[in-house]
């Protein structure tokens, strides 16, 4: 199971793959309030689903954005916090 997050065009769609599958998603507009919808949107996904984090195996991130964006470094950050707690734990 692996969640990707894709930010396109100021939308945000956050998807749920079993290999090439996608299970679920949600999508949402970007209105510069991804800290606060980022995690909750993604809890929500895997709450739906009757998954837990420990789950999902890997997480990735996609976007036609700058990386200096406030955005871009959100999702980043997430992204990258998850993925090396996945390895850790």
């Not at 396109?8 to 679920?24: A, C, P, R």
């Not at 909750?40 to 036609?64: F, G, H, Q, W, Y």
């Not at 950050?77 to 090396?84: A, D, K, R």
Request: with cysteine; glycine share 0%; charged share 35%.
């Amino acid at each position: 199971m692996n969640i990707k997050i894709r930010i396109e065009k100021n939308v945000v769609s956050i998807f749920l793959k079993s290999k090439d599958k996608i299970l679920d998603k949600t999508i949402f507009p970007d209105e510069h309030n991804m800290s606060e919808k980022l995690l909750t949107s993604i809890d929500k996904l895997l709450r739906k689903n009757k998954l837990r984090p420990e789950d999902v195996k890997k997480m990735e991130l996609k976007a036609d954005i700058s990386d200096s964006c406030t955005t871009y470094r959100i999702a980043k950050s997430v992204t990258e916090s998850f993925n090396w707690s996945v390895r850790k734990f």
